[in-house]
Each structure stands twice: as structure tokens, then as C-alpha cells.
């Protein structure tokens, strides 16, 4: 009965891990390939083949000429044959019997990588609705919204909860990403899945960081906030699970992730948030109160990069991973410096449950003043940090300077690197910056 219940359980997974199940989502969604007539004529069953096998596979390297890295890409050489037609497509007709020519859009993936030089395949799109909610569904789990929201709520709305979310973000990603490259997945084949992004392509997939973040964040916003703002529990959870919904389907759209992998990452995040949640109040009163606090979050976060860090091939999973635990540093040593000078925000336990404020021009316009300057010193920190730190790592370890691009891709430097600068961005965004709201009369 035992062997019975594991062999339903390995062939539904295995069955969930197909890409064929993207490719129909994607399509159902209006998204179409432009595969080179030979690639599209190759068997389905090929694809699914591969992902059938057992034991890890292989990730490719980015840039690799084989037919193979052509297929798993979704840039496959017959598409250079193609030209002067994009990627075997037949100028704009419609992929499709039943649709019309001004039905489609021709697009090109998101956020092409500027250190891999994946720039993908262009798609068709029908429905634009869809291609941009799910734009902005991806985007709740990328750098650019994290360095936007977290210090919005921490300058804004509740420093402890955002100090908080920083430290569940930190080790949700450092878990998730760790075990990717012990995994060691591909991403779904291509074709029949389109690539409608392509940044993180070169990374294994299982289990999905997107997803486990965009589960984690928002469900442990709820959890902190729930009793000590004052909002029903109906509409905290509505916003949670919507939240994580949205990004986790957005992965399966962007063919960036099947559909066990994005289950399993929603999974996952849960688990680990159970084991931290009830902890997070002993973690933020050791890094704020402890003397050896300091120490100890330096030590333990650039260790476990070290430790984690064995991966058989550069990917943007490395540096993620690193700046991740950097910024959860910086944010940590912050918060200690902050209660040593007696600069925390948090509202007294006698003014709780917070009620939301009656909101006014002047709120507003405070609020706007804060967020602007301080994302503008967030910023201007983190362009300064890189022109130091990459440069002065080069000249360290005998590399070329002015090969950022290929600099960025050795361990020796990318891993300092990303360190030094998100945890100066961490300890700004924490410490630095109220101090200037002090100074400007905005705090």
C-alpha cells in the first residue's frame, strides 16, 4: 500500500513537471511561440522524455552554441537561419486558425540579461490584459520591488514589521535558492514553452524563489499586522493569498516554471514561515539588544553564502543568493545601531492596536518627500558602492577592470561585491536615511 502511495506520488509529480502543461496555460492566456518550423515539427514527446528522467540535469551554459542549448533556450540555431523572418516566424500572421491578423502583438522577452546576453525569442501576445498583470505579478518578486517596498513600509507605514519582513525575505531566498543548486533542475524546455522572460534562464528552477517570496512576503505581512493594525481577517487573508496567486501563476506564464515547481515553492515558503514566524520576535530582539549581535549577524550571514555557494556554473542565483543575505545583514547591524542611539520608530505597546490614519494632503505629501529622498539615497548608495567595490575587487585579485561583464561572473568578486554593496544599502535604508528624515524635519 506504502510503495503503491509513493509510485502515484512520483507519477504525479512527474506528470505536473511537464512543460506541455506551460505551453497550454500559455497559450490558453494568448501567448504564441515563433519556433522555427523544425522546432516546432520536433516530438513533444522528446521534451517530456527528458524531464521523465531521473536524478538531476544539466543547466545550461549561457550562450552555448549546441542544438541543445538552442532547444532549452528557446533561441535554437535554425532560428538564425530564419532571418530575415524573427525566429522562423512568417511576418505578423496570426498563429492560429481562428485568429485575426490585428488580434496579435509581436513582443520580445522581459528584462533581457546584460550578463548572461540572453535576449530570447520574440512571441506573439492576444491578450494584452493578461501579459500585464502577469508583468506586474513577476515583478512582486524582483530586486527593483523589494528596494522600493520594504523601506516604503519601514520609513512609511511599521519599521519592526518591515524589519521583520527582511529577515523572513533573507532566509526564505537564501533557502530557496540553496536548494536549487542542489537540486539542480532545468528550466521547462523551449519549445513548447515560451520564454516571455529570459533574466533568470539561466538558473535551476526547482523549487520556484518567485514563488516562495511571493507566498512568504505577503502572508507574513498578515501575520504580523493582523491584531496590531486594525483591519478584518477576511480582507488581510484575501490580499495575502491573492498576492501570493498572482505570482505564483505569473511564473508559469513567464515559461520560467512548471507547474510542481511553482507548487512546490508555495509549499515550501509555508514551511520555512512556519518554523521563523514564531521566533521572529526572539531574532529582532537579539539583533537589536545583544552586544555580540553584530558580530554574530556578519559572521553567520557571510558563512552561509560561503557554504552554500557550490554551484558547478555561473547564474544570477549566486549573486541574488548573496545580495539577499547582504541586505539582511545591513538591515540587521542597523537595527542595533538604532537601539543603542535610542532612533527606533516603533510605536509604544500601549498605542496598539494601530488604528490607519485619517489620510490628509500633508500625510500624503510627507510621506511622498520621505519615499522619494529616500529611494534616491538607496540608489545613488548603490551606484557609488558598485563603482568602488567592483573596480577595487579587480585590482585585488589581478583581474581586468574594465571587463565588468566578465568580472561580475568570478566568485571572487561578485560575492564581495554583492556583500559590501546591498548590506551598505541595508544599513542606509535602516539607519542612514531616518537620520536625514531628522535632519529635513520628515521624521
Known amino acids: 500500500m506504502a510503495r503503491a ?34 522546432a516546432a515539427r520536433r516530438p513533444e514527446c522528446e521534451s517530456e522524455r527528458e524531464h521523465e528522467r531521473p536524478g538531476p540535469r544539466r543547466r545550461l551554459q549561457p550562450g552555448a552554441l549546441s542544438s541543445e542549448a538552442g532547444v532549452e533556450n528557446g533561441a535554437a540555431g535554425d532560428a538564425a537561419a530564419a532571418a530575415p523572418r524573427a525566429n522562423g516566424t512568417q511576418g505578423d500572421e ?10 496579435l502583438t509581436r513582443a520580445k522577452p522581459l528584462r533581457r540579461n546584460s550578463l548572461t546576453g540572453d535576449v530570447g525569442q520574440e512571441f506573439l501576445i492576444r491578450n494584452k490584459l493578461l501579459f500585464y498583470l502577469f508583468t506586474f505579478g513577476t515583478e512582486l518578486g524582483n530586486e527593483m520591488f523589494f528596494i522600493v517596498f520594504f523601506p516604503f513600509l519601514f520609513w512609511n507605514v511599521d519599521a519592526l514589521v518591515s524589519r521583520r519582513l527582511i529577515v523572513v525575505w533573507a532566509w526564505n531566498l537564501f533557502v530557496g535558492q540553496s536548494t536549487k543548486d542542489m537540486v539542480r533542475w532545468s528550466r521547462p524546455a523551449s519549445p513548447p514553452v515560451v520564454k516571455v522572460e529570459v533574466f533568470y534562464n539561466s538558473e535551476y528552477s526547482m523549487p520556484s524563489t518567485h514563488a516562495m517570496t511571493g507566498t512568504a512576503i505577503p502572508f507574513c505581512l498578515f501575520m504580523l499586522t493582523y491584531g ?8 488581510g487573508f484575501s490580499v495575502a493569498l491573492s498576492w501570493s496567486v498572482l ?25 520555512i514561515l512556519a518554523f521563523f514566524h514564531p521566533v521572529l520576535d526572539k531574532i529582532d530582539t537579539f539583533y537589536m539588544t545583544a552586544p555580540s549581535a553584530p558580530l554574530v549577524i556578519v559572521a553567520s550571514h557571510v558563512s552561509l553564502g560561503l557554504v552554500a555557494f557550490s554551484l558547478d556554473s555561473w547564474s544570477t542565483s549566486r549573486g541574488d543568493t548573496a545580495q539577499a543575505l547582504g ?17 527606533l520608530m516603533d510605536p509604544p505597546l500601549s498605542s496598539l492596536p494601530l488604528a490607519l490614519p485619517h489620510v490628509t494632503a500633508g500625510l500624503l505629501l510627507r510621506s511622498l518627500l520621505r519615499f522619494l529622498i529616500g529611494v534616491a539615497v538607496l540608489l545613488l548608495t548603490r551606484t557609488a558602492m558598485k563603482s568602488l567595490t567592483i573596480p577595487s575587487l579587480c585590482r585585488l585579485f589581478g583581474l581586468p577592470p574594465d571587463d565588468v561583464r566578465r568580472a ?36
Open 327 to 343: 541586505t539582511g545583514a545591513g538591515a540587521a547591524v542597523a537595527s542595533h545601531v538604532n537601539h543603542r542611539l535610542g532612533l
Open 5 to 38: 502511495c509513493v509510485d502515484a506520488f512520483v507519477q504525479m509529480c512527474k506528470y505536473l513537471q511537464e512543460p506541455r502543461h506551460v505551453a497550454r496555460f500559455q497559450n490558453v492566456c494568448g501567448v504564441k511561440g515563433t519556433f522555427p518550423d523544425k
Open 94 to 103: 496570426p498563429a492560429g486558425p481562428d485568429a485575426e491578423p490585428g488580434d
Open 408 to 443: 561580475r561572473q568570478h566568485m571572487r568578486v561578485e560575492l564581495p561585491y554583492r556583500y559590501i554593496v546591498y548590506s551598505v544599502v541595508g544599513f542606509s535604508c535602516v539607519c542612514f536615511v531616518p537620520l536625514l528624515f531628522k535632519v529635513f524635519g520628515l521624521d
Open 228 to 235: 496590531r493594525w486594525q483591519y478584518s481577517f477576511l480582507f
Open 247 to 271: 505570482v505564483c501563476v505569473s511564473r508559469v506564464y513567464m515559461g520560467m516554471h512548471s507547474v510542481l515547481e511553482v507548487i512546490t515553492g508555495f509549499l515550501y515558503s509555508l514551511l
